[in-house]
């Protein structure tokens, strides 16, 4: 008997979370286009007359008329690799590469709250955002994102890290000191365009 208003109460809080995580994905998505399209922050989209490709499945075939560029990997999956080849002096580029990404697109006026490394990816040599969902213009987003009480984790556990730079506590180290001198309320207004 207590079961069905219990999982009344899940499926209806699931639905909830879904049309949240929808709404923002949506807005992400729309902010990206606006934003960042040509600037090599996201992957670049070409367009081209539609042109009908046979799929498997149904309905057998779709009509395109844009196709999007080919990222490599995501930006967790690189480190990862390249943590394993133990190419450190790659791995702190790389980590670099992903802070200044990010402000640069904060320059434009956009902040990601969900940086989390699988969604940025990899492509000739630069990172560039994958998954839009976390992208915001609002300052109020933007502050209590980043006055939230944070856990005892160091930036590089919160961002997937802590395996990749086991062996490294001194790339972990400096990382997390660039990150937390580089996100902050301060930081991203000063960057923010006028």
Not at 64 to 86: F, G, K, M, P, Y
Not at 138 to 166: C, V
Request: hydrophobic residues 40%.
């Amino acid at each position: 008997v207590l079961v069905a208003p219990r999982s009344a109460w899940l499926f209806s809080h699931a639905g909830s979370m879904w049309r949240l995580y929808r709404k923002r994905d949506r807005r992400g998505e729309r902010l990206a286009e606006r934003h960042l399209a040509g600037t090599g922050l996201i992957p670049d989209r070409i367009s081209f007359p539609p042109v009908r490709v046979a799929v498997g499945g149904w309905p057998g075939w779709i009509t395109v008329d844009e196709a999007t560029e080919r990222v490599e990997c995501t930006l967790h999956q690189r480190l990862s690799d390249l943590a394993r080849q133990n190419r450190f002096e790659l791995v702190e580029k790389w980590l670099d590469r992903f802070l200044d990404l990010r402000q640069r697109g904060w320059r434009r006026g956009l902040f990601s709250v969900d940086a989390h490394l699988k969604n940025f990816g990899v492509t000739e040599g630069r990172v560039v955002l994958l998954d839009a969902g976390g992208l915001t213009a609002t300052w109020s987003e933007i502050e209590a994102h980043l006055t939230r009480p944070n856990s005892n984790r160091a930036p590089h556990e919160m961002l997937g890290l802590d395996s990749i730079l086991r062996s490294r506590p001194d790339i972990a180290r400096r990382f997390d000191e660039r990150w937390k001198e580089t996100v902050t309320i301060d930081a991203v207004r000063r960057l923010w365009p006028a």
